[in-house]
């Protein structure tokens, strides 16, 4: 399946509300207009217009994105893309977690920079949930719910060819990897990515690390603990790539 396709069988599955509990999802209008996965994949990815000639080198997978009608800014922004008139980059100085997920990504070499547009290598984002949430902007979340989008996902994987897979947190790589994990927080503490082959396709290697927001860096102990871990991979990689 090509890459469009699998975004055009999401957009039309994703059309209606749905969701349970504390996170109820509703149709996003800016989402619904574009031709990406997802709206986090207008930082890195919808560039990349061979994308299923060529694949990707690393997918980063977070959660779900959040409530758009809180996010207006960035919208605004990824309309401008969609439309054809946006003249900056994605705006990576707007939270704590895109800092540190900047910062992250410079352990794969001094030339990575994810804020911008070409940064350096082949960088795809998204979320695993395709919701958008109404109400709070986190929280609430359950493998479950995460897993009502595992056949988009697994579409996704096997259109965009990443070389590995980066999860954000312990519920996404659970979902991802198809594993449950004890002491997540702990073995991040230490420096050390949890990793799994991708279930689908064991020659992808899939991470577990922290999120890179203020919450995962204090269960982790700090920005440096949460660089240890990425720097693990960022060796492992230098095997993929060659």
């Known amino acids: 399946m090509r890459y469009e396709e699998v975004v055009r069988k999401a957009k039309k599955a994703r059309n209606m509300p749905y969701g349970y509990g504390k996170v109820k999802y509703v149709p996003c209008e800016t989402w619904q207009k574009g031709n990406q996965i997802n709206l986090w994949t207008y930082w890195q990815g919808y560039q990349l217009k061979d994308i299923d000639k060529k694949g990707v080198d690393i997918l980063l997978v977070g959660q779900d994105w959040g409530n758009p009608d809180r996010n207006s800014a960035i919208c605004k922004f990824i309309e401008d893309i969609i439309d054809g008139r946006a003249t ?43 919701g958008y949430r109404k109400d709070e902007q986190t929280g609430g979340m359950t493998k479950t719910l995460m897993r009502m989008d595992k056949e988009f996902f ?13 999860c954000l947190g312990k519920c996404t790589y659970e979902v991802v990897a198809n594993k449950v994990t004890k002491s997540f927080c702990k073995q991040l503490s230490k420096g050390i990515p949890f990793m799994s082959p991708y279930p689908f396709d064991e020659k992808i ?21 949460m660089r240890k871990a990425w720097e693990k991979i960022a060796e492992d990689y230098k095997s993929y790539k060659n």
């Open 154 to 166: 697994k579409d996704l994987v096997m259109a965009v060819k990443p070389k590995i897979i980066i």
């Open 88 to 130: 900056t980059t994605y705006d990576a100085t707007v939270s704590e977690t895109d800092r540190n997920l900047t910062e992250m990504f410079k352990v794969f070499g001094n030339n990575i920079d994810i804020t911008k547009k070409n940064p350096g290598m082949r960088l795809f984002f998204t979320n695993y949930s395709l």
């Open 205 to 225: 290697t899939v991470y577990g690390v922290a999120h890179c927001g203020s919450r995962g860096r204090q269960n982790v102990g700090g920005l440096e603990n």
